[in-house]
Structure formats: C-alpha cells, structure tokens
C-alpha cells in the first residue's frame, strides 16, 4: 500500500486551507436593507491615507483601525458590513475574515467606496486632514 500524498502541496494551499471564505454584499443589496430599516454595522476599513485624504464615509460608518488591529467589541446580534477603498476588496475582506474568526457574521462589500459613490448612493462627509501652513521661509528658493 503506498502513502497518501498530503493535499498540501505548496504554501499557497496551506494558506488556503486555514483561509477564511469572506462573503459579499453588493451596493445594491446593502442599499436595500439600510431602507428597510435592517441597518448592518457599516466598517470603515479603508487604509489609513485612504482614509484619512477621504472627505466622505458611507451612512453611519465606524472606523476600523489599523488592518490587522483586534475589533472592537460589536453586538454579535447584527450583521456588519465591512468596507474600503480597494475595487478587489482586499483590506474589508481581510478584516472581515477576522471578525468572521471571532464570531461574528461579517460580510465585504463589493466594488468598495468607489462603486458606492459611482451609483450615487447615500453618503456622509467627514472631516479631512488639513494641511499645516509652510513654515516661514520654507518657500524661498
């Protein structure tokens, strides 16, 4: 009798097999249930200088710290939606996956911000960092 050959065989499918599925909601969908009064948890996972170079955020957003930092702690009764600025969703479905290993149903939102505003969906604005004035003299050649 041989062996059996291990299913990993390279260290992207060991990734893979501890890799958690993040689901998807499309603008539409959320846009729907925020109608319908079932409002999700909306996080905010934008990078920090996409963030933070951003005027707007979509209704009633939280802001995610740091990808990678611990979650705080949400009502495990709601859903959450997690977002960001990436078309491929890569800092929400990351963040996502690790509330998802905590427990809670967390979904990315497809397309990020971008696809929000493009179809002229509801959004808030917020406060954008302001530039220091340049220090006296600074601008002499």
């Known amino acids: 009798m041989g062996t059996r050959a291990s299913k990993v065989d390279s260290p992207r499918a060991a990734h893979s097999q501890y890799a958690v599925p993040v689901p998807r909601i499309s603008k539409e969908d959320l846009k729907q249930r925020l109608d319908a009064g079932a409002t999700p948890i909306i996080v905010d996972a934008r990078l920090k200088?996409?963030?933070?170079?951003?005027?707007?955020?979509?209704?009633?957003?939280?802001?995610?710290?740091?990808?990678?930092?611990?979650?705080?702690?949400?009502?495990?009764?709601?859903?959450?939606?997690?977002?960001?600025?990436?078309?491929?969703?890569?800092?929400?479905?990351?963040?996502?996956?690790?509330?998802i290993r905590q427990g809670y149903r967390a979904v990315a939102l497809k397309g990020?911000?971008?696809?929000?505003?493009?179809?002229?969906?509801?959004?808030?604005?917020?406060?954008?960092?302001?530039?220091?004035?340049?220090e006296p003299g600074a601008l002499k050649g």
């Open 112 to 134: 990020g911000i971008a696809d929000w505003l493009a179809a002229n969906l509801p959004f808030e604005t917020k406060e954008a960092p302001k530039q220091a004035p340049p």
């Open 49 to 99: 200088y996409p963030y933070e170079h951003s005027t707007v955020k979509l209704p009633g957003a939280i802001r995610y710290g740091a990808v990678g930092a611990s979650a705080a702690p949400f009502p495990r009764d709601r859903d959450i939606v997690v977002y960001d600025s990436d078309p491929f969703e890569l800092a929400s479905s990351h963040v996502a996956a690790e509330l």
